[in-house]
């Protein structure tokens, strides 16, 4: 979310920015860096998102839908891009152990961790920059044969919220959480055929 407020604010789209952003926000919030897992990275397929969205003029659900989709495994290929990135690291940390065992004069705790920072930004950046060029080249191709968007006005920022809220809805593995989505799902799947197939042709307010 901080991502898309700080996107917004330089861009001026605070609402498109902040609306694709949550949804990432949901669909990844089960999962968390706890011990030594990697979750998911959704700041790169977040800013990826919104580059192409940004770079090809999209403004509404239906048409930012698919590149948000698209982005969506990124998470996953960057997360494991970091655990690779963390074996790279190992050595450096050989290495100190390796001065600090032998009492060499070269041991330099600051010079480990600038080597790393200055690695970490590299690889994230021309992970990013590769990210972004992909989706919006996949993108355009899809839009030469008119596959980047769904019908106009058949989907809204809070479709997208609410399937983005399944993941994490999913994770709890209560009974009533399961309940209560597939009461919910029941509802809207009512809703949508009543709307697609009135015989009574009920006018609703």
Not at 140 to 165: D, E
Request: with cysteine; proline share 5%; charged share 10%.
């Amino acid at each position: 979310m901080v991502q898309g407020l700080v996107w917004g604010l330089i861009f001026g789209d605070l609402h498109l920015a902040l609306s694709v952003s949550a949804v990432f926000e949901l669909f990844w919030l089960d999962l968390i860096p706890a011990g030594t897992f990697i979750p998911p990275n959704t700041a790169i397929s977040n800013l990826a998102a919104l580059s192409t969205i940004y770079f090809l003029g999209l403004t509404s659900p239906d048409q930012a839908v698919v590149p948000i989709i698209l982005a969506m495994p990124l998470s996953w290929v960057v997360a494991r891009l970091e655990h690779v990135q963390r074996y790279w690291q190992n050595s450096s940390y050989n290495a100190l152990l390796r001065d600090v065992k032998s009492a060499s004069k070269k041991y330099s705790p600051a010079r480990f961790v600038r080597k790393s920072i200055i690695q970490s930004v590299a690889l994230y950046f021309v992970i990013f920059e590769a990210c972004a060029i992909g989706l919006i080249v996949i993108m355009s191709l899809l839009r030469l044969h008119g596959f980047h968007v769904l019908p106009q006005h058949q989907l809204g920022w809070g479709h997208l919220w609410m399937a983005a809220s399944f993941g994490p809805l999913l994770s709890l593995r209560l009974t009533k959480a399961y309940t209560f989505l597939i009461i919910a799902v029941c509802g809207i799947a009512a809703a949508g055929f009543f709307e697609l197939w009135n015989p009574l042709e009920i006018t609703i307010p």
